[in-house]
């Protein structure tokens, strides 16, 4: 335990109290059951992290401010505990808890009997902020009980629905859990530019309940920061959802700022850190999208990115075009076994629609048959099995293809890139005056064409690719949402030369942002759970 900075005389009464509290905590846990624990939200603050939690809110205050102080669910005062190790006590000038459970309330009051703490056994969301501006807290920490709605009385939910209104205008839905209204019902109790600490279910991020507690944090105080621990954190052993802690003050926001975003490790040291915009958490109906995706770095919708959902590849360079794509006919003239070839698309500009369906063999349902000249055996060994193959080959020699840059610097030189089909591509140029005015398109391909390098191959990633194997009806939605992605966007992250011609290559298309796709994933992901 460290108690820098502290009078010596204080650091030990709270050494010493913060161990008796820890016992008599571990006691009062014991002596009760799941389902009275449950019914109360019971679940204690390791004193570590209630440390970790004061010491970093304490370099969101002024220095040598005097504190006020207000817990509003204490139980037997980890936080309080932690605000005595990290603040001198002549700073603090007042200290006021609430708790609902007597036995809770009056092991606190014994333990804390000799400091400025004022505890009220009561309900806290049935009690009336200061009137007094200058007595509301600056400092307001809390862990408060996370009691599902459906342990909620119908007579509670309506008195908790006008509190909500009373405090903060905002009326919640019937599902919101009595976090939620602890969260709201505070708001009268913090003074102007106040800072509150919250530890709360992640689960408000996500769920359409959390939304209104979104619009509040937003637009009528200041969101400093949102730290998400991990759900296997050990240190939340008995608490079954993932926890998150946010940092808000009670400052009208300005129209854009900077919200900290971090996640995992510890509050010092998240593994991930990041800022959002207020105006994109404005947008985002969904806070946690990094968890949908399985990545926790880009939990949030704007960060979201098309190298999230897809590996990106330029289609095939094959060294030579005219030699190595072939049509029906010259297949037919040369005598080429259909083992050694793999369809492929035609350049964009010969495309009619830019969805590809494909014929009973699995090529593209259109005239323009292509195929790309794919073998991988040696010279030797094409000559005995495959001879017309390699007369043809020994043409490309006699024509100096092999000679061609590409070809050259291959180990095989008629040797081609390995390309899987894949349902996504888009044009890797074009011009403003195209027929629709867009640069790029967005393909949907149903065959097993693979594609020349004017195209980029989009490969999903592994849970976008699960997800379309699970529910191919969402093929559509995904090729939608990828023509949603605004042309200017995607003309911002690729190039333009002189004469108006766009190019994007594959890395600048995997910068564009995903935001279109995110909707259709937690469209599927609400339907599908
Ligand atoms: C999650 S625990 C947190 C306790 C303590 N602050 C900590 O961090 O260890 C929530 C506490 O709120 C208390 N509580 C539940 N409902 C309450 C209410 N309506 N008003 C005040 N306290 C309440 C519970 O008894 C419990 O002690």
Same mark, same amino acid.
């Given at each position: 335990?460290?108690? *820098?900075?502290?009078?010596?005389?204080?650091?030990?009464?709270?050494? $010493?109290?913060?161990?008796?509290?820890?016992?008599?905590?571990?006691?009062?846990?014991?002596?009760?059951?799941?389902?009275?624990?449950?019914?109360? +939200?019971?679940?204690?603050?390791?004193?570590?992290?209630?440390?970790?939690?004061?010491?970093?809110?304490?370099?969101?205050?002024?220095?040598?401010?005097?504190?006020?102080? &207000?817990?509003?669910?204490?139980?037997?005062?980890?936080?309080?505990?932690?605000?005595?190790?990290?603040?001198?006590?002549?700073? %603090?000038?007042?200290?006021?808890?609430?708790?609902?459970?007597?036995?809770?309330?009056?092991?606190?009051?014994?333990?804390?009997?000799?400091?400025?703490?004022?505890?009220?056994?009561?309900?806290?969301?049935?009690?009336?902020?200061?009137?007094?501006?200058?007595?509301?807290?600056?400092?307001? %920490?809390?862990?408060?009980?996370?009691?599902?709605?459906?342990?909620?009385?119908? +007579?509670?939910?309506?008195?908790?629905?006008?509190?909500?209104?009373?405090?903060?205008?905002?009326?919640?839905?019937?599902?919101?859990?009595?976090?939620?209204?602890?969260? &709201?019902?505070?708001?009268?109790?913090?003074?102007?530019?106040?800072?509150?600490?919250?530890? %709360?279910? $992640?689960?408000?991020?996500?769920?359409?309940?959390?939304?209104?507690?979104?619009?509040?944090?937003?637009?009528?105080?200041?969101?400093?920061?949102?730290?998400?621990?991990?759900?296997?954190?050990?240190?939340?052993?008995?608490?079954?959802?993932?926890?998150?802690? %946010?940092?808000?003050?009670?400052?009208?926001?300005?129209?854009?700022? $900077?919200?900290?975003?971090?996640?995992?490790?510890?509050?010092?040291?998240?593994?991930?850190?990041?800022?959002?915009?207020?105006?994109?958490?404005?947008?985002?109906?969904?806070?946690?999208?990094?968890?949908?995706?399985?990545?926790?770095?880009?939990?949030?919708?704007?960060?979201?990115?098309?190298?999230?959902?897809?590996?990106?590849?330029? +289609?095939?360079?094959?060294?030579?075009?005219?030699?190595?794509?072939?049509?029906?006919?010259?297949?037919?003239?040369?005598?080429?076994?259909?083992?050694?070839?793999?369809?492929?698309?035609?350049?964009?500009?010969?495309?009619?629609?830019?969805?590809?369906?494909?014929?009973?063999?699995?090529?593209?349902?259109?005239?323009?048959?292509?195929?790309?000249?794919?073998?991988? *055996?040696?010279?030797?060994?094409?000559?005995?099995?495959?001879?017309?193959?390699?007369?043809?080959? *020994?043409?490309?020699?006699?024509?100096?293809?092999?000679?061609?840059?590409?070809?050259?610097?291959?180990?095989?030189?008629?040797?081609?890139?390995?390309?899987?089909?894949?349902?996504?591509?888009?044009?890797?140029?074009?011009?403003?005056?195209?027929?629709?005015?867009?640069?790029?398109?967005?393909?949907?391909?149903?065959?097993?064409?693979?594609?020349?390098?004017?195209?980029?191959?989009?490969?999903?990633?592994?849970?976008?690719?699960?997800?379309?194997?699970?529910?191919?009806?969402?093929?559509?939605?995904?090729?939608?949402?990828?023509?949603?992605?605004?042309?200017?966007?995607?003309?911002?992250?690729?190039?333009?030369?002189?004469?108006?011609?766009?190019?994007?290559?594959?890395?600048?298309?995997?910068?564009?942002?995903?935001? $279109?796709?995110?909707?259709?994933?937690?469209?599927?992901?609400?339907?599908?759970?």
């Amino acid at each position: 335990m460290t108690l *820098q900075n502290l009078d010596y005389e204080q650091s030990c009464y709270v050494a $010493s109290t913060e161990a008796k509290r820890v016992v008599e905590q571990t006691q009062l846990d014991a002596s009760k059951n799941a389902a009275e624990r449950n019914r109360l +939200g019971q679940f204690s603050t390791p004193n570590a992290l209630a440390i970790e939690i004061l010491n970093y809110s304490k370099t969101l205050l002024p220095p040598h401010e005097k504190i006020r102080f &207000l817990d509003p669910a204490i139980g037997t005062g980890s936080f309080y505990s932690a605000l005595l190790q990290s603040f001198p006590i002549e700073q %603090i000038e007042s200290a006021v808890g609430y708790e609902i459970d007597q036995d809770f309330a009056e092991t606190a009051l014994k333990l804390w009997v000799n400091t400025p703490l004022q505890l009220n056994i009561a309900d806290f969301t049935e009690s009336i902020a200061p009137k007094n501006k200058q007595v509301r807290a600056n400092l307001l %920490i809390c862990n408060p009980p996370y009691v599902r709605h459906h342990h909620l009385s119908i +007579g509670k939910k309506t008195s908790l629905k006008k509190l909500g209104i009373e405090a903060t205008g905002t009326q919640l839905s019937g599902l919101a859990g009595l976090y939620c209204y602890f969260v &709201l019902a505070a708001h009268g109790w913090m003074s102007q530019d106040g800072l509150a600490c919250w530890l %709360i279910p $992640s689960e408000f991020m996500d769920v359409n309940y959390g939304g209104k507690v979104k619009e509040y944090l937003l637009n009528q105080v200041t969101l400093l920061r949102v730290h998400r621990f991990s759900p296997n954190d050990l240190q939340f052993a008995n608490v079954l959802v993932s926890t998150s802690v %946010i940092w808000i003050r009670n400052t009208q926001p300005v129209c854009d700022y $900077s919200v900290e975003f971090t996640c995992e490790g510890s509050i010092s040291k998240p593994s991930f850190s990041h800022t959002v915009s207020r105006k994109t958490l404005q947008k985002s109906s969904k806070w946690n999208r990094g968890f949908i995706l399985g990545t926790q770095e880009t939990s949030i919708k704007s960060e979201i990115k098309l190298s999230d959902l897809f590996q990106i590849k330029r +289609g095939v360079a094959t060294g030579a075009n005219n030699f190595f794509i072939l049509t029906p006919k010259q297949i037919c003239q040369l005598d080429i076994p259909n083992e050694l070839l793999t369809p492929i698309l035609p350049s964009p500009r010969y495309l009619v629609n830019a969805e590809i369906f494909a014929d009973k063999q699995g090529n593209p349902d259109f005239q323009r048959k292509l195929f790309l000249l794919t073998c991988k *055996q040696q010279s030797e060994e094409l000559r005995i099995n495959y001879p017309s193959v390699w007369n043809y080959l *020994q043409q490309g020699i006699d024509a100096g293809i092999s000679e061609r840059y590409l070809c050259k610097h291959r180990s095989l030189w008629y040797l081609q890139e390995a390309r899987d089909p894949t349902r996504f591509l888009c044009t890797y140029m074009g011009r403003h005056q195209s027929k629709d005015g867009k640069p790029f398109r967005f393909i949907l391909n149903h065959s097993k064409a693979i594609a020349p390098n004017v195209y980029l191959m989009m490969y999903p990633k592994e849970h976008l690719a699960s997800l379309l194997t699970a529910h191919p009806e969402l093929l559509q939605s995904v090729w939608k949402a990828l023509n949603l992605i605004p042309i200017q966007s995607l003309i911002n992250e690729g190039r333009v030369y002189g004469d108006g011609l766009y190019k994007l290559e594959p890395r600048e298309l995997a910068n564009a942002p995903a935001d $279109s796709l995110l909707e259709v994933l937690e469209n599927s992901s609400d339907q599908h759970t």
